[in-house]
């Protein structure tokens, strides 16, 4: 195998003259004049990414995936969910509310302009202005909730240096700064989402050098990136499978250097048929099963009382021993393990729990009200491996509850999500969340606070909106789980969505592929994987 030093020379040869070329139109444009064919790029599999390239505008994992890597913040997670900085030379909490940032001199984008503080402060304040899918991240900031054109609580205070001003206590924060919703854009991008959402030009450690729609994404290293997270290969090439089955079968033949989705039909099997190659172990993610406000048979007292009854229908523990195979672990509440650990449950976390006499109680108090009409549907997409639990779900709900229920397959990962999005989703559909950042608000407020733009169920609660803002100001994490097991509490009473189970990270490396540990996400560090 060619070496990795001499491959990256060759990156590097061809990123610059790419760079220099694309100064303006950005690298992405450019992609006919970068020759990947000589470089040994790691392949790995993925899905279509479902909205463009833009870091605030992005909640899908496999847009988010790419963003990690195209683009970098003030500060970086580690493998363990630990800040440290990026671009940031440093940045020092003045007071509770308080924070001055310094950017790294050498801190540039792709196309060689300098990263400055500027690029930073417009970014935010577009992200909020336009109302972007990932603008409720920036909540804790003076101004977000004022509805002008700039937040009051950014200003830059040199070339270099900004202070960031919080309208009150937020912990976390700094971690919360090593999430993509706060990477910088260059200034002059602003007025060109459009453009710079296929064609970004970035500050991360690679560059996206390619985007073949429905077939592939290739990145090879970004010579300018002085950051911590060095890349370690040639480049990176996501091929996107029309099935997790078809991504297997090419791993095992040698031809898929990693597989990070493991399919329904090898759950029991994997870990024995691929031994050291496998991986498998817990991570912040969340499958649940989201009910629409809106929706017809689930509005006011009746529709909480079948929200509760669905849950209770649910056989979790079955399931993950049956079709699972202990791959996943049943919820108990609304947050996943972070840091290898479940944070303390809701008080009623019964409601989570298999109690078919209980659901069939509620059911029938829910039929004196309103009765129910038509079927009880479920979305998800056929791309991924998800028929096999949906229709399973589906048939512990009918045969517990005595209603119609039923999987509705839509073809991609994309198509879902964009009729979820759309607010055509008529039924209810699967919803998986990945962790912004280690904390238990990174699962509460982005799914359920009502000024959150991915909020997707429609639930809005000033008591609940209320209890995050107190379990952010708290002095202490004890005290701040106090506040966030209360906001949970009001979650399983209404049950916007019904939580079903906590993934683990399952995937395989390639026999030539040195294991890249995996992060606190269920996601390997990409920059790290290299052949041995």
Not at 148 to 175: D, N
Not at 438 to 465: I, K, T, V
Not at 488 to 517: E, F, R
Request: a negative charge; hydrophobic letters at 35%.
């Amino acid at each position: 195998m060619r070496s990795v030093r001499s491959g990256l020379s060759v990156v590097l040869a061809l990123a610059v003259t790419c760079v220099g070329a694309a100064a303006v139109t950005g690298c992405a444009d450019e992609s006919a004049h970068v020759d990947t064919s000589g470089l040994d790029l790691i392949t790995t599999d993925i899905s279509e990414p479902q909205n463009s390239l833009i870091p605030a505008d992005s909640n899908d994992v496999p847009g988010q995936t790419i963003i990690n890597l195209v683009y970098s913040g003030l500060m970086y997670l580690d493998k363990d969910g630990n800040p440290h900085y990026d671009m940031a030379e440093s940045v020092t909490q003045v007071n509770d509310t308080t924070y001055d940032v310094v950017i790294r001199d050498d801190a540039v984008f792709s196309d060689g302009s300098e990263v400055d503080a500027r690029d930073f402060v417009d970014t935010w304040n577009t992200a909020v202005r336009q109302s972007l899918l990932s603008a409720y991240n920036f909540e804790p900031i003076l101004g977000f909730h004022e509805g002008q054109q700039t937040m009051r609580g950014l200003s830059v205070t040199g070339k270099k240096s900004f202070r960031i001003e919080l309208s009150r206590p937020t912990a976390g924060f700094l971690e919360r700064l090593g999430y993509s919703v706060f990477f910088p854009m260059r200034s002059e991008d602003q007025n060109q989402l459009t453009e710079r959402g296929t064609d970004p030009i970035g500050n991360g450690p690679y560059m996206l050098v390619s985007w073949e729609r429905e077939e592939a994404l290739t990145i090879v290293p970004n010579p300018r990136y002085e950051g911590p997270r060095t890349p370690q290969n040639e480049g990176i090439k996501f091929v996107i499978y029309p099935s997790e089955d078809h991504a297997y079968k090419d791993l095992v033949a040698g031809n898929l250097d990693v597989l990070v989705q493991i399919p329904d039909s090898k759950l029991a099997t994997f870990e024995d048929e691929l031994g050291s190659q496998a991986v498998s172990k817990p991570v912040g993610s969340m499958m649940e099963i989201t009910i629409p406000a809106n929706a017809s048979n689930f509005r006011g007292e009746a529709g909480r009382l079948r929200r509760r009854a669905l849950s209770m229908a649910v056989d979790r523990e079955k399931l993950a021993r049956e079709v699972f195979y202990d791959t996943v672990i049943p919820a108990n509440g609304f947050v996943a393990p972070l840091h290898g650990t479940m944070p303390p449950a809701p008080t009623d976390a019964e409601a989570l729990t298999y109690q078919p006499e209980k659901a069939r109680e509620l059911w029938e108090k829910a039929e004196k009200m309103d009765p129910f009409e038509g079927t009880f549907s479920i979305a998800y997409n056929l791309d991924g491996s998800h028929q096999k639990w949906v229709e399973a779900v589906a048939q512990q709900m009918t045969d517990t509850l005595g209603v119609p229920c039923e999987g509705r397959p839509l073809e991609t990962f994309k198509d879902m999500r964009q009729e979820v999005t759309a607010r055509h989703i008529t039924g209810a559909f699967r919803t998986v969340w990945q962790a912004e950042y280690p904390d238990e608000s990174s699962f509460l407020a982005p799914l359920f606070a009502s000024y959150s733009a991915a909020n997707e169920s429609g639930f809005s609660n000033g008591e609940f909106d209320d209890l995050l803002k107190k379990a952010g100001k708290a002095a202490t994490k004890a005290e701040a789980h106090e506040y966030y097991a209360q906001a949970q509490d009001l979650l399983v009473d209404a049950m916007p969505a019904i939580p079903l189970w906590t993934s683990k990270a399952l995937g395989a490396y390639g026999k030539d592929i040195a294991p890249a540990s995996y992060t606190w996400k269920p996601t390997p560090n990409y920059y790290l994987i290299h052949r041995t």
